[in-house]
């Protein structure tokens, strides 16, 4: 069986590509969108890892001065690294919230900062909701 023009027509190569260019197309924005979402979760959990390292500095300042024999040192209290921790946070915009704020030799201001990752647009690839949490350590420079 010969078709226009003489060539041979064959009954299997009929049809459309185009349900398979809708699929690869489909399959591209899905991927496009789940590494996208994906960096936005590497970024907030980095400004995340930066937010806590800023609140344990501000910690490492909550100290109070206590004279020894030879002279004063700095010795960090909980209650001064929660304060200096929370001002901090207060201060700064977001919704991080502080989880904790220790010192266990005080010395060293220990700082845990916590949140929620929302996808920048909402997909059934990507869940709602991630739990963040981030925790730094800073020493006090007087000793």
Known sequence: MTGPRGRPRWRDDEGSILPLLLGYALLVVAVLFVCACATDLYIAQKRLDALADAAAL???????????????????TEAGVRAQATALLEALPGDALLVEAT????????????GEWHPPL????????????????????LR
């Open 58 to 76: 501000a910690g490492a300042d909550g100290f109070v001065l206590v004279a020894d024999g030879d002279g004063a040192r700095a010795a960090l």
């Open 122 to 141: 909402v997909s059934m690839f990507v869940p709602d909701g991630v739990p963040l949490r981030a925790t730094a350590t800073s020493r006090t420079a």
């Open 103 to 114: 010192t266990a030799d005080g010395v060293t201001a220990r700082v845990t900062v916590g």
